[in-house]
């Protein structure tokens, strides 16, 4: 079975400073992982995804995230918070059979 | 210019309505997905098709109904069985991929629906 848990539910730091994002998925498959964002009253957009080519993802906006099977995570990592940075983050692991499971997300708050 | 749109934005619905929120793609996906969120409780799929004129239950497929004519359309209706409908609705869309070739899902901006 395939589920996700995103450890924070909200996490606050302040301009310039990083940002950490936590997520540990539990998944039968050798998983397919992904990260998106969500600003108020929009859709979801995708920030990366992981699909086995490399354990280091990068994605758009100066994210990153890295695989660790070991560990069953997938953090979301960014050097330094921008005020446009703040939004809900939403972890995804999916599986063969195209179907998506959605942690419950992290809300971020950006401090000026 | 692709992607999913979805209408209207916000939509209000008296109590003992019927409403249907619309949602198209021109991404040339076979699979399409209708979401329910709620504050603080992340996303609930409520109906997902993976080709035209087939679809399946999702985790709270209860009062809500779906049709898949079109393999660009997935309109999703609120019945007034569903007790509690005010909630953000979104409509997603992907390829289905090879075994062991996974694909991102693409989102519509969402309807805000409200009853009233």
């Known amino acids: 079975a395939q589920s996700v848990t995103q450890l924070d539910s909200h996490v606050s730091v302040s301009e310039g400073t990083p940002v950490l994002l936590r997520c540990n998925y539990s998944?039968?498959?050798?998983?397919?992982l992904f990260w998106y964002v969500q600003h108020p009253n929009k859709g979801l957009q995708l920030l990366l995804k992981y699909t086995s080519a490399a354990t280091l993802v990068k994605g758009i906006n100066g994210f990153e995230a890295e695989f660790k099977k070991s560990e069953t995570s997938f953090h979301l990592t960014k050097p330094s918070a921008h005020m446009s940075d703040a939004a809900e983050y939403f972890c995804v692991v999916s599986d063969p059979g195209n179907q998506f499971y959605f942690g419950t997300g992290t809300s971020l708050t950006v401090i000026p | 210019d692709g992607g999913i749109t979805q209408s209207p934005k916000y939509l209000f619905r008296k109590e003992g309505q019927n409403v249907t929120l619309s949602c198209e793609q021109n991404l040339n996906h076979d699979a399409m997905y209708w979401y329910r969120q709620d504050p603080g409780q992340g996303l609930r799929l409520i109906y997902y098709?993976?080709?035209?004129?087939?679809?399946q239950k999702g985790d709270i497929a209860e009062g809500y109904s779906v049709s898949r004519e079109k393999k660009e359309s997935f309109p999703l209706t609120v019945t007034s069985a569903q007790k509690n409908p005010t909630a953000f609705y979104l409509c997603?869309?992907?390829?289905?991929?090879?075994?062991?070739?996974?694909?991102?899902?693409?989102f519509g901006p969402g309807t805000r629906l409200t009853v009233l």
């Open positions: 997603a869309s992907s390829i289905v991929g090879l075994a062991g070739l996974y694909n991102e899902q693409f």
């Open positions: 998944s039968s498959y050798s998983p397919s």
């Open positions: 098709s993976q080709i035209v004129n087939d679809f």
